[in-house]
């Protein structure tokens, strides 16, 4: 029989550096440093999947068309906007999935997308020289 994904999470989540929290019953949340600020990645099971999803960056300030691109590069993880422009990354697990291995690679490859994507906003954002 294989282990609880509650439990499994649980613990791997109080085992991780930053700060980590029980929010509700299957529910937790981290935050992380994610480019020199704070990220907050909510984690809950839900509906058969172990889901993940955080606020990247406030709107205007990564190019929609970006985010096509990069969801076609990431495994498991899809970037979104919201109708404001707030930009976001979520994705999902199976819960037969769920193992330390995998919370592992899918949490530090939002991370790291999630990091990726707010050193790509200044360049973006910075205006053109006139030729």
Do not use: K
């Amino acid at each position: 029989m294989a282990p609880d994904p509650r439990t499994v999470t649980d613990a791997f989540i109080a085992g991780l550096d930053g700060d980590t929290r029980r929010v509700a019953y299957a529910e937790w949340g981290i935050t992380v440093d994610a480019a020199g600020w704070p990220i907050h990645v909510g984690v809950a099971i839900r509906d058969g999947l172990l889901r993940v999803q955080a606020q990247v960056i406030e709107a205007d300030r990564i190019d929609p068309h970006d985010l096509l691109r990069w969801n076609r590069q990431i495994p498991f993880l899809r970037f979104s906007h919201t109708r404001d422009g707030e930009v976001w990354i979520q994705g999902e697990l199976p819960l037969e999935a769920v193992s330390p291995a995998e919370l592992d690679r899918l949490l530090g490859l939002l991370v790291l997308s999630a990091t990726q994507a707010r050193e790509a906003a200044p360049a973006l954002a910075a205006p053109t020289a006139a030729g």
